[in-house]
T-cell receptor, first 112, second 112 residues
Framework: KAGVTQTPRYLIKTRGQQVTLSCSPI?????VSWYQQTPGQGLQFLFE???????NKGNFPGRFSGRQFSNSRSEMNVSTLELGDSALYLC???????????FGPGTRLTVT | GQSLEQPSEVTAVEGAIVQINCTYQ??????LSWYQQHDGGAPTFLSY????GLEETGRFSSFLSRSDSYGYLLLQELQMKDSASYFC?????????????FGKGTKLSVIP
């Protein structure tokens, strides 16, 4: 079974721009979660989508948004980028057990 | 809200045993998961405890005490490849679904 894939793997953007990241979950997984990872801050939860609906949302500003398509693929968008948005963005999918999430390799976003 | 505490760094000798502790304050607590992340890699699921006690998976064991809001990951017969960051994550119920919140991680360095 193919794992979680994320594109692009690396991205460099300028402050004020917007960016869209993509995630394809493991086949059959309907839950997709997004996390932001920065040094010393661990994995901070952004949001979770399940069957095209946002099921949970973390404590991030409205500049961070996402969506999920009928094939469970998910996208995350960040508008008006700030330097502090530089991070590794991880996507994870889960089947019936939310406690066992399968992570993609991440997208390394650098904002200059 | 949810809060988790784990040591930021731990160093141990190859072949030895190391314990990584995790304390949490969580409403709607359901269980505790552990994940491993090597530098440059994606987090991978190690174990999950919903009930008090010890769960063993090869060289790794995980323990939970719900009354003490405490858990730990025990790594035996340490190998150099165990050098990685280890995250505890609480599974809790809220807003009609389950959600996973991660701690900030413990960086384990295994030395010869």
């Amino acid at each position: 079974k193919a794992g979680v894939t994320q594109t692009p793997r690396y991205l460099i953007k300028t402050r004020g721009q917007q960016v869209t990241l993509s995630c394809s979950p493991i086949s059959g997984h309907r839950s997709v979660s997004w996390y932001q990872q920065t040094p010393g801050q661990g994995l901070q939860f952004l949001f979770e989508y399940f069957s095209e609906t946002q099921r949970n949302k973390g404590n991030f500003p409205g500049r961070f948004s996402g969506r999920q398509f009928s094939n469970s693929r998910s996208e995350m968008n960040v508008s008006t980028l700030e330097l502090g948005d530089s991070a590794l963005y991880l996507c994870a999918s889960a089947g019936t057990s939310t406690y066992e999430q399968y992570f993609g390799p991440g997208t390394r976003l650098t904002v200059t | 809200g949810q809060s988790l505490e784990q040591p930021s760094e731990v160093t141990a000798v190859e072949g030895a045993i190391v314990q990584i502790n995790c304390t949490y304050q969580t409403s709607g607590f359901y269980g505790l998961s552990w994940y491993q992340q090597h530098d440059g890699g994606a987090p991978t699921f190690l174990s999950y405890n919903a009930l008090d006690g010890l769960e063993e998976t090869g060289r790794f064991s995980s323990f939970l005490s719900r009354s003490d809001s405490y858990g730990y990951l025990l790594l035996q017969e340490l190998q150099m490849k165990d050098s990685a960051s280890y995250f505890c994550a609480v599974l809790y119920s809220g807003a009609g679904s389950y959600q996973l919140t991660f701690g900030k991680g413990t960086k384990l360095s295994v030395i010869p």
